[in-house]
């Protein structure tokens, strides 16, 4: 591992209202939020020092709290504004951003409804999730043996940390047999998504993804929809059944982490990287990097 370990690196993290030393931003033991998965994050992504779509991941944070029965104690304009100090306080410009609510360590059991709400931000510098060249080739996939479940189960709209145990347990298998990352069904046997991103498949032309009606309607994947519409290219949100990719010309993810990322393999299928998904790679990273023109979402001037 080349790089230092996360609970060890220089610079500040923002910590219930202010900026801490990285390594005094802790939490006790005993906190609800690490027993019972009382938590909610974010993961967001800095661009020429500017965070894209940052109020839309602000307003999931709010709301997933919200979902998870409780408040975070600053308004969306506050949590924005904290996102844009650390990351200028990191001295960064290409970054991935952190924002965690959790319940605190007042009370321990099932129920905690006075305990104290924390919200901490981080961010680091991260380039591409997946290394250039796996990126062009496209990465390998393998068949999750766990389901997205049913969305009368869990808090299925929610970046909660606590449907990440399938996905971390996913991707640890895919590791283990030497893929990238692993592809997940949902309960009713329908392809969902991978351990951190949305898919698309391309057949005749059209663009097919699933219906994000048991898991995250990603950030990326509503900004991937919108370019590949302004491409002219149909676009089908529907149920898929997994027999479907033996019709896929091109299979992609896409994600704030992963941004957009070929597949050129899900089990014994093999795909090829072609020109839709090439083009909307390329249509994202403008995207993303594009001026917006208004004073509310310019980078601060010591960002970069
Ligand atoms: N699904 C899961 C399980 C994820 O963790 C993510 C990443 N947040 C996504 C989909 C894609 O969401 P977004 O485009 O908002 O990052």
Redesign the pocket.
């Known amino acids: 591992m080349e790089e230092a370990p996360y609970h060890d690196r220089p610079g500040q993290i923002w910590y219930d209202g202010k900026l801490v030393p990285w390594g005094d931003a802790n939490l006790h033991v005993l906190s609800h939020g690490l027993h019972y998965a009382s938590c909610v994050f974010e993961?967001e992504r800095a661009y020429n020092g500017r965070i894209f779509k940052l109020t839309e991941h602000t307003q999931r944070l709010v709301d997933g709290a919200r979902t998870m029965d409780f408040e975070i104690p600053y308004s969306v304009e506050q949590i924005d504004a904290a996102c844009k100090e650390v990351l200028a306080s990191q001295g960064l410009s290409e970054a991935y951003i952190r924002p965690i609510a959790w319940r605190g360590s007042e009370m321990m059991g099932v129920s905690a409804q006075d305990a104290q709400i924390h919200l901490a931000i981080a961010a680091w510098h991260w380039g591409a999730y997946f290394t250039p060249e796996a990126r062009m080739e496209g990465i390998r996939m393998m068949w999750s043996k766990w389901r997205r479940p049913d969305p009368a189960t869990i808090p299925c709209k929610t970046?909660a940390a606590g449907l990440y145990m399938i996905?971390t347990l996913s991707k640890h298998a895919a590791e283990k047999d030497g893929y990238n990352d692993a592809l997940m069904l949902d309960y009713r046997g329908y392809i969902a998504?991978a351990?951190?991103?949305?898919i698309f498949l391309v057949i005749d032309g059209k663009i097919h993804t699933p219906l994000p009606d048991c898991?995250?309607d990603?950030?990326?994947?509503r900004t991937v929809i919108q370019l590949a519409k302004a491409r002219g290219i149909e676009i089908v949100e529907r149920h898929v059944q997994p027999d479907e990719l033996d019709k896929a010309s091109e299979v992609f993810l896409?994600?704030?982490?992963v941004e957009v990322t070929p597949v050129s393999e899900i089990g014994d299928r093999r795909f090829t990287p072609g020109d839709i998904t090439r083009n909307l790679l390329q249509d994202y990273d403008e995207e993303v990097r594009r001026e917006v023109p208004t004073t509310m979402n310019a980078p601060k001037a010591n960002a970069a």
């Open positions: 993961g970046k996905c998504e351990t951190g991103a949305n898991f995250l990603g950030i990326t994947r896409c994600g704030t982490a």
